[in-house]
């Protein structure tokens, strides 16, 4: 939401920080707030309850760190989440094969987005820009497969029945 100039004072700078856990979720979620208090320097003063991300030395990810840390994962999307930097160290030396191994590709079976199943989930949502978040593979099937128009013009004779 736009706010007239000015607004990022001590005191909103303040209160918008104490939304956020660290800095880095700070800056990318209010932008405006998180510039206007390092402009101003009182960035420092505003985030001292914010957590301290530790950061990793250079070569803390070896190969033993990283296969506990993938053996932490049953998908294969979940560990490229949540562990990016053991997942890219890993892809980076070519590991993915020995140490991935267990993972399975995705939720979902080969197979598993019918047309149906695609409809289902496409009638659980209030808008397309959410049935393409929260059902991507399903999105992209039905999107792939013309069904998307097919899905609105019968949900749209539905509602008007």
């Known amino acids: 939401m736009y706010k007239p100039s000015g607004y990022w004072d001590f005191n909103n700078c303040k209160e918008e920080a104490l939304k956020y ?24 003063v505003i985030t001292t309850h914010m957590k301290t991300i530790k950061h990793n030395p250079i070569g803390y990810w070896s190969f033993e760190k990283c296969k506990e840390e993938a053996l932490k994962y049953e998908y294969k999307k979940d560990f490229t989440k949540n562990s990016s930097v053991a997942y890219t160290t890993i892809s980076k030396n070519k590991w993915i094969d020995t140490l991935c191994s267990h993972m399975i590709e995705s939720k979902k079976p080969s197979g598993y987005w019918t047309k149906e199943k695609c409809y289902e989930s496409f009638l659980t949502c209030e808008t397309m820009t959410i049935f393409k978040k929260e059902f991507s593979r399903a999105y992209s099937k039905s999107y792939k497969m013309n069904w998307i128009k097919e899905f609105q013009e019968i949900n749209n004779n539905n509602i008007n029945n």
């Not at 700070?26 to 707030?33: D, G, L, R, V, W």
Request: aromatic letters at 12%; proline letters at 4%; glycine letters at 0%.
């Open 21 to 44: 856990e660290t800095t880095t979720k700070f800056k990318k979620n209010s932008p405006s707030a998180y510039s206007s208090a390092k402009k101003h320097n009182y960035l420092n």
